[in-house]
T-cell receptor
Framework: SQQGEEDPQALSIQEGENATMNCSYK?????LQWYRQNSGRGLVHLIL?????REKHSGRLRVTLDTSKKSSSLLITASRAADTASYFC??????????FGRGTSLIVHP | EAGVAQSPRYKIIEKRQSVAFWCNPI?????LYWYQQILGQGPKLLIQ????????DSQLPKDRFSAERLKGVDSTLKIQPAKLEDSAVYLC???????????????FGPGTRLTVL
């Protein structure tokens, strides 16, 4: 079964806007990761946030984690056309083997 | 450094036929993973190797799927016989040795897109 579920399933924005996607999960986790997948570069790891962390930044990415609500969000600021991809959250309960959700498909229009 | 290599990139077969996929991980990466990604879903782990030993194959349909990593480097995933529902992208990933208490990032290959007719 897939642990994390992303929302929305699809998101369409204009270049320069911010994109926010959410992930909800059901059971306690050790870590939550966000991945990006596009046809050109395959699946790429973006960021990992541990269960005792609340927020992490990496460049234009900001990830938050609320363990009380069992949810995480990924914010991409000042989006670019190159950010067009599917974004997956993946959780693990120890052992660092991620269980992926179905993903959010992001389209950034130039 | 070179990334994870997979071949073939695309494969079309008829049901009940056999197929094999090949993966060459990043040099020095002891851990290798095979994932199945069905259209519209996230990747699902099929099997994990640590060197040439199997760590987790709980989600591998063993009646038709097999995988090996004989010398602890390259790996092959085989399906025999294939079913229509095996149509998916098969992703290979590798990471440095996983200690269980620290995170080692997984690096994914481009995948093999399998179509079963």
């Amino acid at each position: 079964s897939q642990q994390g579920e992303e929302d929305p399933q699809a998101l369409s924005i204009q270049e320069g806007e911010n994109a926010t996607m959410n992930c909800s999960y059901k059971t306690s986790i050790n870590n939550l990761q966000w991945y990006r997948q596009n046809s050109g570069r395959g699946l790429v790891h973006l960021i990992l946030i541990r269960s005792n962390e609340r927020e992490k930044h990496s460049g234009r990415l900001r990830v938050t984690l609320d363990t009380s609500k069992k949810s995480s969000s990924l914010l991409i600021t000042a989006s670019r056309a190159a950010d067009t991809a599917s974004y997956f959250c993946a959780t693990d309960s120890g052992g660092y083997i991620p269980t992926f959700g179905r993903g959010t498909s992001l389209i950034v229009h130039p | 450094e070179a990334g994870v290599a997979q071949s073939p990139r695309y494969k079309i077969i008829e049901k009940r036929q056999s197929v094999a996929f090949w993966c060459n991980p990043i040099s020095g990466h002891a851990t290798l993973y095979w994932y199945q990604q069905i259209l519209g879903q996230g990747p699902k782990l099929l099997i994990q190797f640590q060197n040439n030993g199997v760590v987790d194959d709980s989600q591998l349909p063993k009646d038709r799927f097999s995988a090996e990593r004989l010398k602890g480097v390259d790996s092959t995933l085989k399906i025999q016989p294939a079913k229509l529902e095996d149509s998916a992208v098969y992703l290979c990933a590798s990471s440095r040795a996983r200690t269980g208490v620290s995170y080692n990032e997984q690096f994914f290959g481009p995948g093999t897109r399998l179509t079963v007719l």
